[in-house]
């Protein structure tokens, strides 16, 4: 189903949103704590939010383990 290494990496990055954005684990950050004058849980899920973006984007961007077999890793290079 996923064939290459992207692919999984974006299917475990999804279930890790899951799992930090639903109840259990979202609660830890519900307290009555300021950081510097802003509540902590609105800090935690930009925070969050803004880690999966950057993840996402570095998954996306790199090209190092892109194919299982890494006959195909340079195949959408062009040649000079």
Known sequence: ???SLTAQRLAALFVAALLLLNFPLLALWDHDVRVGGLPLFPLALFGIWA???AAVAW???SDAGDT???AAA???RREP
């Open 1 to 3: 189903m996923f064939d």
């Open 51 to 53: 880690m999966m973006i």
């Open 59 to 61: 998954i996306v961007e």
């Open 68 to 70: 299982r077999d890494g």
């Open 74 to 76: 340079g195949a959408h």
